[in-house]
């Protein structure tokens, strides 16, 4: 069966500090598709990121970069020297593709930067 | 622009009167779903589509109606709405194809309340 936890109900954590948000997923397909969406407090889903499970490399985009390791099931977030702007609702999202590409979503973790 | 856009955005009704939700998106996307977002519980599938008139349940789909009867519009119906479906829903696009998922774009959301 098809899981995604993100342990972490919420994060504060002071301006200019970094900040992981952890992604642990169960899945039995080898082949499955690993996504980070950010919900802020005006509250439309904002997409950051997609990786395939064959690819392993880790992920950076400005302050944000990604780690992805298949050995521990787990595809992490962290953002480095973060700002005020990056409080929001984080979701790590799993799909296996196939017919229903449907996103199996974690419950989410709320990231509070206080300046 | 392209967007995914909703309507309404916050709706308040009462016990068993007939609403619909409509979804409509301007990308040409074959795929098309809904989601209900409740605290703690990150998002889960209500029903999905994956071309005109092709649609089919997903992990919560009681007491919910849905069609696609053309490409651009998937709307949300609650033929008899309890207090239980009092969330926040989201309709999303997809340009899916080939068993691969790409990153699905969502609407601005619909906060409904039923008393």
């Known amino acids: 069966a098809q899981k995604v936890t993100q342990a972490q109900t919420e994060i504060s954590v002071v301006e200019k500090e970094d900040v992981t948000l952890d992604c642990v997923y169960e899945t039995r397909d080898t082949t499955y598709y690993l996504f980070w969406y950010k919900q802020p407090p005006s509250g439309e889903l904002v997409f950051l990121i997609r990786?395939?499970?064959?690819d392993e490399q880790n992920e950076i985009s400005g302050r944000y970069s990604w780690n992805f390791q298949k050995s521990t099931s787990s595809f992490n977030f962290t953002i480095t020297a973060s700002q005020v702007v990056d409080s929001a609702v984080y979701f790590c999202a799993l799909s296996e593709g196939g017919s229903n590409y449907q996103l199996i979503w974690g419950a989410g973790t709320k990231l509070i930067i206080k300046p | 622009e392209a967007q995914v856009t909703q309507n309404p955005r916050y709706l308040i009704t009462v016990t068993g009167k007939k609403l619909t939700v409509t979804c409509s998106q301007n990308?040409?996307?074959?795929?098309m779903s809904w989601y209900r977002q409740d605290p703690g519980l990150g998002l889960r599938q209500i029903y999905y589509s994956m071309n005109v008139e092709v649609t089919d349940k997903g992990d919560v789909p009681e007491g919910y109606k849905v069609s696609r009867k053309e490409k651009r519009n998937f709307p949300l119906i609650l033929e008899s709405p309890s207090p239980n479906q009092t969330s926040l829903y989201f309709c999303?696009?997809?340009?899916?194809?080939?068993?691969?998922?790409?990153?699905?774009?969502f609407g601005p959301g619909t906060r409904l309340t039923v008393t």
């Open positions: 990786r395939n499970s064959f």
């Open positions: 999303a696009s997809s340009a899916q194809q080939n068993l691969i998922p790409y990153e699905q774009y």
């Open positions: 990308m040409n996307h074959e795929y």
